[in-house]
């Protein structure tokens, strides 16, 4: 589920598994016994929520990797380009100097 915000809805006897969601809200929703499997459904996607007779199990641990609107896969690897280009000048450098001094020498230093 990406980008859903459910608002005043009632969700009884239903069964969440193996859910990944990426700006996903409850607002003002009721959960009656219902069940979360594998889910990364957290407190904080559940904004005035009530929860009743509800079980939880082997929720997702870990950070899981969110490509939220703003945030798409582009920029992700554009901003790792630009990183691996700003050590570019001190690569050179490096190489000049092995030549130079040799290999032994810069390895001691």
Known sequence: ?????????????????????????FKNCTFISTV??????????FINSRVVN???????????????DDNNAYMIYFVSFLGTLAVLPGNIVSALLMDKIGRLRMLGG
């Open 1 to 25: 589920m990406k980008s859903v915000t459910f608002e005043d809805s009632l969700f009884e006897d239903c069964y969440f598994e193996d859910i990944t969601s990426s700006n996903t809200f």
């Open 36 to 45: 979360f499997y594998n889910t990364d459904l957290f407190e904080y996607k």
């Open 54 to 68: 509800s079980t939880f199990l082997h929720n997702k641990e870990g950070c899981q990797l969110d490509f939220s």
